[in-house]
């Protein structure tokens, strides 16, 4: 089945490690994003890319880096984790950038302890 | 303050009754307005959108666009115990070439049966 796929499903990561999480799409869309959802905060944009090459910083990106080498392939890196960065991540995309509707992935469950 | 605002929940409504729910916008410049289901647990899947001021009508749900209070809505008629969700408001704001979908919080609704 086309889409988004992310993993992992849910990682426990220890304080001040490093991790990657992992977003693939098979739709050939041109745009990417990350969101973190938590609690009564909705979905926040962390980072995004218009494009294969390029990237932006979204609203909290401050702890979170990103890299848009191929259309495919969009992972989040976190360098340092710390424990307000438990949340649960999306990855999301369209076809280009604005006005259509985006597809998720089936998120990742992060906790930093 | 917040791109985008949803009236605070939980919703509670009775089986067959209307679910209204509500969403502001900041960008007086968004062109394209979303919502978003989301099931405990899911991601988001998107069930409605709207681009022009007026209502729009797709089976038991109905969205309403007023551009110019900012203002767009989501009626779900009948409501049925399997529209228990969070839903969420989204829209596309442009700043210079860079587009940004922005989510609100999330109104959760549940029909007790």
């Known amino acids: 089945t086309a889409g988004i796929t992310q993993a992992p499903t849910s990682q426990i990561l220890a304080a001040g490690r490093s991790m990657t999480l992992r977003c693939t799409q098979d739709?050939?869309?041109?745009?990417m994003y990350w969101y973190r959802q938590d609690l009564g905060l909705g979905l926040r944009l962390i980072h995004y890319s218009n494009t294969a090459g390029t990237t932006g910083k979204g609203e909290v990106p401050d702890g979170y880096s990103v890299s848009r080498a191929n259309t495919d392939d969009f992972p989040l890196t976190l360098a340092s984790a710390v424990p307000s960065q438990t949340s649960v991540y999306f990855c999301?995309?369209?076809?280009?950038?604005?006005?259509?509707?985006?597809?998720f992935g089936q998120g990742t469950r992060l906790t930093v302890v | 303050q917040k791109e985008v605002e949803q009236n605070s929940g939980p919703l509670s409504v009775p089986e067959g009754a209307i679910a209204s729910l509500n969403c502001t916008y900041s960008?007086?410049?968004?062109?394209?307005f979303f919502w978003y289901r989301q099931y405990s647990g899911k991601s988001p899947e998107l069930i409605m959108f709207?681009?022009?001021?007026g209502d729009k009508e797709d089976g038991r749900f109905t969205a309403q666009l007023n551009k110019a209070s900012q203002y767009v809505s989501l009626l779900i008629r009948d409501s049925q115990p399997s529209d228990s969700a969070t839903y969420l408001c989204?829209?596309?704001?442009?700043?210079?070439?860079?587009?940004?979908?922005?989510f609100g919080a999330g109104t959760t609704v549940t029909v007790r049966a």
């Open positions: 960008d007086r410049g968004s062109q394209s």
């Open positions: 999301a995309s369209t076809p280009g950038p604005g006005n259509t509707e985006a597809f």
């Open positions: 989204a829209v596309w704001g442009r700043r210079s070439n860079d587009y940004k979908l922005s």
């Open positions: 709207i681009y022009s001021n």
């Open positions: 739709m050939r869309h041109n745009a």
